[in-house]
T-cell receptor
Framework: LAKTTQPISMDSYEGQEVNITCSHN???????ITWYQQFPSQGPRFIIQ???TKVTNEVASLFIPADRKSSTLSLPRVSLSDTAVYYCLVGDGGTALIFGKGTTLSVSS | GAVVSQHPSWVICKSGTSVKIECRSL??????MFWYRQFPKQSLMLMAT?????????EQGVEKDKFLINHASLTLSTLTVTSAHPEDSSFYICSASENRGRFEQYFGPGTRLTVT
């Protein structure tokens, strides 16, 4: 059973900011929150990881509220190449990640 | 970041034969590797957890005699699909964790298996 819940799909246009929210009500104290991106016929690619508050890297930001029961991945100014499936996962790194259905993001021009 | 490779990237085999898929961590040591299977338009499904030097732990419903996993070194895990059947055709993905103060798991590029 997946530990996370995300919207099945989202649509956006190029240049817009996209926010994908994930629920993980039963997150454990040792768990980190990690987001991956997957293109068809490729392995998942790491986007960003966080434990609490806000994390930002060159491609995305991750917002985590104090209770850590949810998180929001923010993709600034998406492009067509950001069309992919995005997975939110929680875990401590040493144990297997259980994938939910992910969010299919479609970016149009 | 750390790199995980898989070989082959795709393979076609005849029904009844066996095929081996390799997963390597190229620039780090991975005490634990994971094997997933992904069918078209579906999410990744965990098959087994592979620990170096010990027997793999299989998820419920995964036949351990059919999907043989060997983790002989800290950089190599192999998945052998024995007596393959067309329903075993899928995308097989491995991942490895570099648990040195970081909790990322790095995924391989996947192996497309087609059984005819």
């Amino acid at each position: 059973l997946a530990k996370t819940t995300q919207p099945i799909s989202m649509d956006s246009y190029e240049g817009q900011e996209v926010n994908i929210t994930c629920s993980h009500n039963n997150i454990a104290t040792n768990d980190y929150i990690t987001w991956y991106q997957q293109f068809p016929s490729q392995g998942p690619r790491f986007i960003i990881q966080g434990y609490k508050t806000k994390v930002t890297n060159e491609v995305a930001s991750l917002f985590i509220p104090a209770d850590r029961k949810s998180s929001t991945l923010s993709l600034p100014r998406v492009s067509l190449s950001d069309t992919a499936v995005y997975y939110c996962l929680v875990g401590d790194g040493g144990t297997a990640l259980i994938f939910g259905k992910g969010t299919t993001l479609s970016v149009s021009s | 970041g750390a790199v995980v490779s898989q070989h082959p990237s795709w393979v076609i085999c005849k029904s009844g034969t066996s095929v081996k898929i390799e997963c390597r961590s190229l620039d780090f040591q991975a005490t634990t590797m994971f094997w997933y299977r992904q069918f078209p338009k579906q999410s990744l499904m965990l098959m087994a957890t592979s620990n170096e030097g010990s027997k793999a732990t299989y998820e419920q419903g995964v036949e351990k005699d059919k999907f043989l996993i060997n983790h002989a070194s800290l950089t190599l895990s192999t998945l052998t699909v024995t007596s393959a059947h067309p329903e075993d055709s899928s995308f097989y993905i491995c991942s490895a964790s570099e648990n040195r103060g970081r909790f990322e798991q790095y995924f391989g590029p996947g192996t497309r298996l087609t059984v005819t």
